[in-house]
């Protein structure tokens, strides 16, 4: 184990691009580092070492980190500066990095951040003896789960926890197992000491996060075991879990999320398309037919759940009339929210290797566009039937366009804000709140005394 000289204490800017796990361990980085002597700055211009926590999923945030690495050409022209890319580029890109990408001195995919410290002493003392070496780990590992280290968090309401890492389902479209490995749960003892550690830290909310979340497995455990345990330690109000795959919805976790009132009445679904053939080109292993069944049973057990998806349009081969399915499905559905992405072809996907990405530009963003249509005005539809309910809202913060009004999310994880004047709310509290009006993204309301009574329902 290298030492880092005591003298200089080096410090870090680490950018994070993409999903929750990506934050997820872009904590468990900083922890690492720390305990070897790094400190982080949030300044760029004074870091040492600049990061990033990088995303392979689709093109946007990919093209994002290469902006970011042009611009860090120009700092490393005028001083010493080490650059690290980590996460899933690093992965999945690790070729065309090391050779193309002369600025860049550190490569380490998700599975080996516990090199990382070593690998960065190695890059500072290269550099400062006026050399380079590139420092490269991006070994997969069937057994990385990471389950010793406690991530070093920044403070808020809500603390993610990792539950699990990897995926097997080799969605055609999606690069993630070729990214993040194998999939591995980690031991429920260990979730559970961080649940307690993150509640007596003040974090009122959990989420917990997996590729394919609900696939949890540990020995005897199961998702509906561990999520009600989650829920069941003192100081934890709420529990989330993103994402869950719809083949995975055993009646014993509708039955946790309708029986527990700790976990929320939400549920993220993602659909990716609503058409058979496009379906099964996807890999996704459920039919139309079976994913509504399965939001019927959902909504008939729990029947104020709010559903959210995720949609991929102008996938491989997709035509009107399939995309149209799609179309009818999301109507037919009405979820509260939805992410809509056009299809992005993912080097060494099943998809990249066997369908050709044929769909015109120009028509993946004419159906997202309709989708994005369609969802605004379910969204708005979905909020304003709230108005005149009260409901109960976990404090956040401030609101983003003013520090006079507070900002939380309903049970449903709707946002909802409300004016500060004459609150007692403070950050973390759980408030009544009467709802005034509604938009397509937020409800607005009054606060209500404390003890008020709230009303079930989101829809
Ligand atoms: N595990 C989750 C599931 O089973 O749906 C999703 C995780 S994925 C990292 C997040 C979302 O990114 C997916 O639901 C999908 O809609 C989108 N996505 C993944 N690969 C994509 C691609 N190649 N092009 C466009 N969107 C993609
Ligand atoms: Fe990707 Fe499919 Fe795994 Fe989700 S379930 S991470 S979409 S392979």
């Given at each position: 184990m290298?030492?880092?000289?005591?003298?200089?204490?080096?410090?870090?800017?680490?950018?994070?691009?993409?999903?929750?796990?990506?934050?997820?361990?872009?904590?468990?980085?900083?922890?690492?580092?720390?305990?070897?002597?790094?400190?982080?700055?949030?300044?760029?211009?004074?870091?040492?070492v600049?990061?990033?926590?990088?995303?392979?999923?689709?093109?946007?945030?990919?093209?994002?980190?290469?902006?970011?690495?042009?611009?860090?050409?120009?700092?490393?022209?005028?001083?010493?500066?080490?650059?690290?890319?980590?996460?899933?580029?690093?992965?999945?890109?690790?070729?065309?990095?090391?050779?193309?990408?002369p600025?860049?001195?550190?490569?380490?995919?998700?599975?080996?951040?516990?090199?990382?410290?070593?690998?960065?002493?190695?890059?500072?003392?290269?550099?400062?003896?006026?050399?380079?070496?590139?420092?490269?780990?991006?070994?997969?590992?069937?057994?990385?789960t990471?389950?010793?280290?406690?991530?070093?968090?920044?403070?808020?309401?809500?603390?993610?926890?990792?539950?699990m890492?990897?995926?097997?389902?080799?969605?055609?479209?999606?690069?993630?197992?070729?990214t993040?490995?194998?999939?591995?749960?980690?031991?429920?003892?260990?979730?559970?000491?961080?649940?307690?550690?993150?509640?007596?830290?003040?974090?009122?909310?959990?989420?917990?996060?997996?590729?394919?979340?609900?696939?949890?497995?540990?020995?005897?455990?199961?998702?509906?075991?561990?999520?009600?345990?989650?829920?069941?330690?003192?100081?934890?109000?709420?529990?989330?879990?993103?994402?869950?795959?719809?083949?995975?919805?055993?009646?014993?976790?509708?039955?946790?999320?309708?029986?527990?009132?700790?976990?929320?009445?939400?549920?993220?679904?993602?659909?990716?398309?609503?058409?058979?053939?496009?379906?099964?080109?996807?890999?996704?292993?459920?039919?139309?037919?079976?994913?509504?069944?399965?939001?019927?049973?959902?909504?008939?057990?729990?029947?104020?759940i709010?559903?959210?998806?995720?949609?991929?349009?102008?996938?491989?081969?997709e035509?009107?009339?399939?995309?149209?399915?799609?179309?009818?499905?999301?109507?037919?559905?009405?979820?509260?929210?939805?992410?809509?992405?056009?299809?992005?072809?993912?080097?060494?996907?099943?998809?990249?290797?066997?369908?050709?990405?044929?769909?015109?530009?120009?028509?993946?963003?004419?159906?997202?566009?309709?989708?994005?249509?369609?969802?605004?005005?379910?969204s708005?539809?979905k909020?304003?039937?709230?108005?005149?309910?009260?409901?109960?809202?976990?404090?956040?913060?401030?609101?983003?366009?003013?520090?006079?009004?507070?900002?939380?999310?309903?049970d449903?994880?709707?946002?909802?804000?409300?004016?500060?004047?004459?609150?007692?709310?403070?950050?973390?509290?759980?408030?009544?709140?009467?709802?005034?009006?509604a938009?397509?993204?937020?409800l607005?309301?009054?606060?209500?005394?404390?003890?008020?009574?709230i009303?079930?329902?989101?829809?």
């Amino acid at each position: 184990m290298k030492l880092i000289k005591t003298d200089h204490a080096y410090r870090v800017h680490i950018e994070t691009f993409g999903c929750q796990m990506n934050e997820y361990d872009t904590e468990l980085v900083r922890s690492l580092l720390t305990s070897r002597g790094f400190l982080f700055t949030e300044d760029r211009e004074a870091a040492d070492v600049i990061l990033m926590n990088t995303c392979a999923v689709r093109e946007h945030a990919h093209n994002r980190v290469y902006g970011h690495l042009a611009d860090l050409k120009t700092i490393k022209r005028q001083r010493h500066l080490v650059v690290g890319v980590l996460g899933c580029m690093a992965q999945n890109l690790k070729e065309e990095l090391a050779e193309s990408e002369p600025i860049v001195d550190v490569l380490v995919g998700p599975d080996a951040y516990r090199r990382l410290p070593d690998l960065l002493a190695d890059a500072i003392e290269a550099q400062e003896q006026g050399t380079a070496r590139k420092g490269i780990a991006v070994d997969l590992s069937e057994y990385e789960t990471y389950d010793d280290i406690l991530p070093e968090r920044t403070e808020g309401v809500n603390a993610w926890i990792a539950i699990m890492r990897g995926c097997d389902n080799f969605c055609t479209f999606c690069v993630v197992p070729y990214t993040r490995g194998r999939e591995r749960s980690r031991d429920p003892h260990g979730i559970l000491r961080e649940a307690e550690h993150l509640a007596s830290r003040g974090h009122k909310q959990v989420t917990l996060l997996g590729q394919n979340v609900n696939s949890y497995r540990f020995e005897d455990w199961d998702f509906a075991r561990l999520i009600i345990a989650v829920a069941e330690v003192p100081g934890i109000e709420r529990v989330r879990f993103t994402s869950p795959h719809p083949k995975d919805f055993p009646p014993a976790l509708l039955e946790a999320v309708a029986g527990h009132p700790k976990v929320c009445k939400h549920i993220h679904l993602p659909l990716q398309a609503g058409n058979d053939r496009i379906l099964d080109l996807m890999g996704r292993t459920y039919t139309r037919k079976e994913y509504l069944a399965l939001v019927d049973d959902i909504r008939g057990r729990i029947p104020d759940i709010a559903l959210t998806t995720d949609i991929i349009c102008g996938f491989c081969s997709e035509t009107d009339e399939e995309f149209r399915d799609t179309y009818r499905l999301v109507q037919d559905v009405g979820y509260h929210a939805a992410f809509i992405f056009k299809y992005s072809e993912r080097k060494n996907t099943i998809a990249a290797r066997k369908f050709p990405d044929d769909v015109p530009e120009a028509v993946k963003s004419d159906r997202v566009a309709r989708l994005v249509e369609l969802q605004r005005a379910t969204s708005l539809t979905k909020n304003q039937a709230m108005v005149g309910r009260t409901v109960s809202v976990l404090v956040e913060g401030d609101a983003k366009k003013s520090s006079d009004q507070w900002m939380g999310k309903a049970d449903n994880h709707i946002a909802v804000i409300w004016s500060k004047a004459g609150s007692r709310a403070r950050v973390g509290d759980l408030v009544p709140i009467a709802v005034t009006h509604a938009s397509v993204t937020a409800l607005f309301g009054n606060e209500q005394p404390s003890g008020s009574s709230i009303d079930a329902g989101a829809d």
